[in-house]
């Protein structure tokens, strides 16, 4: 993966690498219940976006409830939104010592393992980038996000025991996903966006630093997302030692790319839902062109969704993504 990330900074050729799986549950015919508890259904909206778009890397779905799930959190399912946590697992201290790890046969955790390990087989050449959740957005939806928000003050070292027993089984989860072949991992914390720059870095930032100095390495690489990032935490960010950093809309990539170090791929951040979903192909291909144009100056810029594409994007709408992006590369 650093002879990957070599490459894409030396190539004069801009990739992308959008964070997509609904359009292949859509263009399967299946719901997003269907693959988020099957991993053979979850396997085939891969395939299906790798068979259909350009795509530089293949990617899994976003799914920020599988780990909540395994340690015994209760889960609310529609047929085509991705679920949600429902309900407070731990409140206070005897709750959090009593949590147990849980094990990775644990929840729908297998299903995900599967579509991981199908997605490798299949993708034979190309980067198979899984996902998980990261431990402070972990330690949220275990203990309530409005609570531990208070609770970083009122009890930290009841969140920090909290945060190590989430590191820990993430940790557990992509060595199994690293051991089955994956390249990488899109680590999703977006809750960690709602903390200032120095909360970030000791709820956060400590615990991804100990998950990449366990599993990164030069055949895996560790991609931070944080959606809920808006600037004042980016540098907490680069603080973990990710390879990557994947950039939500609410940043300005110009920016944090001029503030950012050249070494470090920064990914983002075209808006999954007010552009991708909502507007029209030409505003779509606008906005696309537009972002390439202005990071045109950065080797270390990736192409990318926000977030994970919603259900119901239009196939036009991620066409006309892929066609500014041809555009761009052959100016």
Not at 290 to 299: C, G, I, K
């Amino acid at each position: 993966m650093n002879t990957w990330i070599k490459q894409i900074m030396e190539s004069p050729v801009r990739i992308a690498i959008p964070i997509m799986t609904h359009p292949g549950i859509e263009e399967t015919g299946h719901t997003t219940r269907e693959a988020v508890t099957d991993g053979n259904i979850h396997f085939q909206a891969i395939k299906a976006v790798a068979d259909t778009y350009q795509t530089a890397a293949c990617t899994v779905i976003m799914d920020l409830t599988v780990e909540a799930e395994a340690f015994g959190a209760s889960i609310s399912m529609t047929e085509h939104e991705i679920p949600n946590v429902t309900g407070r697992l731990v409140y206070d201290e005897a709750s959090v010592k009593q949590l147990q790890v849980p094990s990775l046969s644990s929840g729908r955790v297998p299903e995900y393992l599967k579509a991981n390990r199908l997605a490798v087989e299949y993708c034979a050449g190309k980067p198979v980038l899984s996902g998980c959740i990261g431990p402070f957005s972990l330690a949220g939806r275990l203990y309530d996000m409005s609570e531990i928000m208070m609770g970083i003050y009122l009890e930290p070292e009841t969140i920090h025991l909290l945060l190590d027993k989430c590191t820990e089984f993430i940790i557990h989860y992509c060595r199994e996903l690293k051991k089955i072949g994956a390249t990488g991992v899109v680590v999703a914390e977006p809750a960690a966006g709602l903390l200032s720059n120095e909360d970030c870095l000791a709820y956060s930032s400590a615990y991804m630093k100990r998950m990449v100095e366990a599993v990164q390495d030069d055949s895996f690489v560790v991609i931070l997302h944080n959606c809920g990032n808006k600037g004042q935490c980016t540098q907490a960010m680069l603080e973990t030692g990710c390879m990557a950093l994947h950039f939500g809309n609410a940043v300005n990539m110009i920016e944090t790319l001029e503030t950012s170090p050249a070494d470090v791929l920064m990914m983002g951040n075209i808006d999954p839902v007010g552009v991708l979903k909502q507007a029209s192909a030409e505003k779509v291909y606008q906005v696309t062109a537009d972002l390439l144009s202005q990071t045109a100056r950065y080797p270390n810029f990736v192409l990318s969704s926000g977030c994970d594409m919603p259900p119901g994007v239009p196939a036009e709408n991620i066409h006309a993504f892929y066609q500014a992006l041809a555009d761009f590369n052959i100016r």
